[in-house]
């Protein structure tokens, strides 16, 4: 079991934490906002746009550059995975024009609540004010954090999912 730091509490951020701990590792989650998924709220004009239901041939195919640089996290997790993740955590979605997919309650706070209840779950420890300033690194390994307030947290892994 390993101890890992997850940097931002957005949509990213509580995905990863969420399956680190339910791997079995001590997950501790930073956001430097009062709360986690700030930015959720306005995606998809507040009604969050979670996925698009389209094969990954067709992700793919709209991904500008080099798209293979995105195929291992499509094939891991697609958009009918993702739809049955949020199911399973009580979210239930809908399909709109453009094959995009929503929440059925429009709204993106229940997006928020859903990865919430994910990480609650699977016992995250969640620290929010908590701004992070340096990643900590020992012959040229990454070792920790340093946050803003000067105090320095040590793990075996730091996941950066800072946008």
Sequence with gaps: MKK????GG????MMAAGTAAQKGHI????EKNDRLGKKI???GKGRCNITNDSD?????????????????????????????????????????????????????????????????KNGVVIHTNSAV?????????????RLENGKEIQADDVVICTG
């Design 10 to 13: 957005g949509a990213s951020g």
């Design 4 to 7: 890992v730091l997850v940097v």
């Design 133 to 145: 300033k340096q990643i900590l690194t020992q012959n040229q390994c990454v070792k920790g954090i």
């Design 41 to 43: 709220y306005i995606t």
């Design 27 to 30: 997950v501790h989650l930073y």
């Design 56 to 120: 990954i041939d067709t992700h793919l195919e709209n991904i500008p550059g080099n798209p293979y640089f995105m195929y291992s996290a499509f094939y891991m997790l697609d958009s009918q995975k993702t739809k049955a993740f949020f199911d399973a955590l009580g979210l239930k979605t809908k399909t709109e024009r453009g094959n995009r997919v929503f929440p059925v309650s429009e709204k993106a706070g229940d997006v928020v609540r859903a990865l919430e209840k994910y990480l609650k």
